[in-house]
């Protein structure tokens, strides 16, 4: 059995491909139960998500195996193959497992040590469970890279830190205050990144949320989604009194809050800290606020710095991620290995009981009529002959050992079994 | 004193891992630099002790023992706010100042003296031991008051090391910071009338213009100051980080300064 994946990804695909091959819903019943039909391929697992489309299988053949994936892809979603060809990869064997590996622990993300990965992959596996289209061999495998992943996320800071603008926003706010959810938060316009760090506050626990814009309708509409209440636009400044935490994206051309008035904001709410982030572009905040006395103002570069500086940092940490990674190829390709040599162990055997066995009865017939116990006694010696003349071979094919393969071809030579192979190779 | 050199020893070591803490690249802060400061805080206990049975009185009547035990109260807030509030760093900030109290008291000679009459007062317990819990909250502040300049220069600046990442909150440092300087200030008040007190019993006037007497009103001075600013106008934050710091040079100043430049009736030698 080969391990096998087909697949595609956001660094091969556009999305206008990916959306075209996803399987969502009940296609991927479809898909699975459709594939399991095939000859090569004899087991499977399909991942899709917004970002990658994988086929994890165990076939017969590599060549025919990925032709007939392509195939399948092509057909059930009636996609041109020549297109397919374009943005699919396949990897096998060592390859494969290492992809695999490296997709459970975020390795291959578009942002590197997303956690959503491992939770898709593990979807994917419930599925292909579900419809009993996996074998000893994936599931093995599929066990394995949930194992490394974890292992990469305790072992590593891969997934540490935020690396995105709206959590880092949340992480800032996190050190400047220290109990969310007795500060109040005000969000101020409605960009779409701004409605994503408010969203992000709000799952951290901030609840007392108002929210203005300078179309009502807007502010309400928000207002209604992040259980929070409507400040008229024309008097956000008063607000700021007892707010604690602004995100602001307007769309104005303009400074909307200048540093004087921010000053006696500060007085009045006698210097209590503030969080201001600035997500518009240009700039509605005059950046000299930052100047005060606990007012801490971060602007979209200035989040892009920490998020910047946080991406470095998971880099670094994914360069020992790989190394868990290889470390663990290792592990999973011993097993591999002691499973292919089973038909060899069995094929000796068999051998090897067959010639005693006839051999057995040969004897028996020139012997003539005898006593039971002595039949017993010389079957008793012919068994006992055979298992110790294969003990040492086939102990030598169940270890590990690293010339397995060069072993099981001798042993298949001498012992004439090469009628046996091929058939699992 | 063997034990009092097995503690100082302790600290020493529990400073220096402290202070790697700050500087190393991982996340998850290590409990080793509390730890030893454990080891070390018993044998520093057990000296206290020792040098209490053999003088018969809280051992704080010359230099060498009034840094130690003033070490030692620090270190006792420290476990409690330690295991408390468990602040990512705190001890990193903290034994380097019970070390170097611990130091200081390591230079000056160590013999047990005779209670001077003079002394022999109840008040003589009440008084110290009001001043050096005040002292040591004071230190408390200071050592945490630096731990929110660095954190607030961190958010400020914009540059998230990884002791961002380590360091507490603003908002929990500068509370505690408050509550430190809230619970010294009655303590050196206190320490400060009952010290009045007791110099009317012993002297026969309440106030003498001793040295000691003057620096600590001016501390007293500060910190009331630090309590009045923020309460009225809201000196929070980075301004009351800095006043707790410049307040407990002037704890230092008042503790060895005038007991050894300025001699007065607190000159214990």
Known sequence: MNILVVGLNHKTAPIEVREKIAFGGAKLEEAINALKKSDTVKENIILSTCNRVEIYAGVTDIGSGTESIKDFISGFHNVPR?????????????????????????????????????????????????????????????????????????????????????????????????????????????????????????NSGVRDVLITNRTIARAEELALEFHGKVVPFENFINELAHTDIVICSTGAPHYILSKDQVHRTMKERKQKPMFIIDISVPRNIDPQINDLDNVYLYDVDSLQGVVETNIQERAKEAEKAEQIVDEEIGAFLRWHASLAATPTVVALRNKAEEIRKAEFEKTIKKLGPMEEEKIKAIEYLTVSIVNKLIHPPTAALKSDNNDKEAMMDVIRKLFQLETEKGKDE | MLLFELALTFYFIATISGVIEIFRGKKDTSKVSLYLSIIGFAFHTANIIVRYIEGGHIPITSMHEAASFFSWCVLILFYIHEFKYKLGLLSSFILPIVFLLMFSSSIFPREIKVLSPVLQSYWFGIHTILAFLGDAAFAMACGIGVMYLIQERNVKSKHLSMLFQKLPSLQILDEINYHLITMGFPLLTLAMITGVVWANSAWGTYWRWDPKEVWSLITWIIYALVLHLRLTVGWRGKKAAILSIVGFAFVILTFFGVALILKGKHVFM
């Not at chain 1, 590197?112 to 994936?138: C, H, R």
């Open chain 1, 82 to 202: 020549d297109l397919l060809d374009k943005s699919l990869y396949f990897h096998s064997g060592t390859d494969a497992i290492r992809h695999m590996y490296r997709v459970a622990s975020s390795l291959d993300s578009m942002i590197v040590g997303e956690p959503q990965i491992l939770g898709q992959l593990k979807d994917a596996y419930d599925e292909a469970l579900k419809y009993k289209s996996t074998g000893v061999v994936l599931n093995k495998l599929m066990r394995k890279s949930v194992s490394v992943a974890k292992r990469i996320r305790t072992e590593t800071k891969i997934a540490e830190s935020a690396v995105s603008i709206s959590f880092a926003a949340v992480e800032l706010a996190k050190k400047i205050f220290d109990d969310l959810p007795t500060k109040s938060f005000m969000l101020l316009g409605a960009g779409e990144m701004a409605e994503l760090a408010a969203r992000n506050l709000i």
